[in-house]
């Protein structure tokens, strides 16, 4: 099998336990396993992680960048969703 | 070596080290069946609390009394929504699915937060909910950012930097009421009344009769006794409740200096264990509305599947 034909796949690492995986690339590979081991190989030979996610980059759904405008926009107008919209008295210090 | 080697009794005290440890459990750990149940009662409790929690602050949405009051209550109910989505994803990386969970909901065979079985009677009280209700769930929450389980402490730091505009909307409607007409501050004086002690409730039964707490504490699925919280919550709230003016609904709360917390009066514990057990103004309501919303929206997951079919089929013929 030629290295064209090999799958993408988008590689997530949890640099600690307790944290969220984050993205950090993307390496070719035969299928799951391959992509663990050279994920591993690849992307942790620093102690980077304690744990990978492996996935087919063509089984990512994404939003689109030239839609984000009436994707995200909404958001803009509705200060009020923010605690800062509320200003507290000065005699109340935490809340 | 591999976890298939090792004894039960091994791997519970390896589990038991990462725990000591400070570190997260993450879902495909091994872990004891008890951490697993107990956790799984306890996040989709507080997943059902999150949506069923939507219907007596639903119940003002169309009465707000103005538009930017209405807009803000929407936003508040729509993130309680997201915030019941969290906890159920998370839950299910337990191994349960959602239907279970809903099922065990709609029998009674799961709880939610007892606050929500009752009425919400004037405006006043979408006040003293936002304020009091909010502001003790924030308590309980903050603590559990740093719960064992992975899932779950991360979905509840996405969720308190949620909620602090839901108590401070609520603040301001009490101090719009208190600091207005003679009727109004009457108003928010009812909602206090009614909510206060109820919110005291919301931490669950003292310490010394608390079911869970002790192996809780241990799987450091709670990081703070019941009692530690509700002496924070009503530490935080008796300065809020002077600001407003108003009368404080525990005659007996007095500031001693030498525990630098305050002394409180005691909960009424028959009502806790009555509303617990069904018996409150609401509870029948809450869960024959959310049958009966469950139901009406048979329709559209019955759509979303012959959906997906129909593409199935699309895919195979192209
Ligand atoms: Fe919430
Ligand atoms: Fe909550
Ligand atoms: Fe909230």
Known sequence: ????????????????????????GSLHAEDHEQA??????????????????????????AS???????????????????????PLPKEIDNM | MANSDLTEAELEAAFQEKIDSEQKIEPKDWMPEGYRKNLIRQMSQHAHS??????????????????????????????????????YSATETLGISRAEMIEALQTGAAKYASIFNYPTQTWGDM??????????AICNQVSLQRTSYGPYARGMIRICKEESFHQRQGYQIMIELALGTPEQKQMAQDSLNRFYWPSLMMFGPHDSDSA?????????????????????????????????GLEHPDKDLKWNAERGHHDSGEINWDEFYSVINGN???????????????????????????????????YQVD
């Open chain 1, 36 to 61: 663990l081991e050279y994920a591993r190989d690849v992307y942790t030979r620093r102690s980077e992680g304690v744990s990978i996610w492996v996935i087919r980059s063509e089984d990512i759904c």
């Open chain 2, 127 to 136: 006040g003293a909910i936002g304020w009091l209700v909010d502001g003790a």
């Open chain 1, 64 to 86: 689109q960048e030239d839609d984000s405008e009436s994707f995200f926009d909404p958001s803009d107008d509705k200060p009020y969703r923010h605690a800062t919209y509320y």
């Open chain 1, 1 to 24: 099998m030629t290295i064209e034909k090999l799958e993408l796949f988008e590689v997530f690492i949890r640099s600690k336990r307790g944290l969220d995986h984050k993205h950090v």
């Open chain 2, 212 to 244: 869970h707490s002790a192996k809780s504490m241990k799987w450091k699925i709670k990081r703070e006794t019941n009692d530690d919280l509700r002496q924070k919550f009503i530490d935080q709230t008796a300065p809020q409740i002077k600001f407003l």
């Open chain 2, 50 to 87: 999150e949506v069923i929690g939507m219907q007596p602050e639903g119940n003002w949405i169309t009465r707000a009394p103005s538009l930017r009051r209405k807009a803000v209550l929407l936003a508040k109910v729509q993130d309680e929504a997201g915030h019941g989505l969290y906890l």
């Open chain 2, 280 to 314: 409150g103004h609401c509870n029948r309501q809450r869960i024959q509305h959310h049958v009966k919303a469950h139901e009406e929206g048979a329709w559209v997951r019955a759509a979303m599947l012959a959906y997906k079919e129909k593409k199935k089929k699309q």
